[in-house]
């Protein structure tokens, strides 16, 4: 893998994060939460290691708002907490 493919990847993943934190209604959350640079960064890092990226893509498709992530996300603690903190969940 070249470097710039890494770059696409991480682009791409980052991408999906995002429209899930917005399909779960916690993507405002995830900017004002305490460190939130680095617990953004943690969760990218998860969703560049998740096997599931045509399945996130596809689920994503179908749902433009959902109460909880698909069983395998590798957010769903972070999404939760999220929920549960801010009182959405």
């Not at 917005?22 to 969703?47: I, M």
Request: charged letters at 20%.
């Amino acid at each position: 893998m070249t470097f710039l493919d890494y770059l696409v990847s991480v682009d791409a993943r980052t991408a999906l994060m995002d429209r899930m934190m917005r399909t779960l209604g916690v993507d405002r959350q995830l900017t004002v939460v305490a460190g939130h640079a680095a617990v953004t960064n943690r969760a990218v890092n998860r969703c560049r290691c998740c096997g599931h990226q045509d399945e996130c893509s596809a689920w994503l498709d179908n749902h433009h708002h959902a109460d909880e992530p698909p069983a395998y996300c590798l957010n769903s603690d972070l999404i939760a907490r999220l929920q549960h903190v801010y009182g959405n969940g």
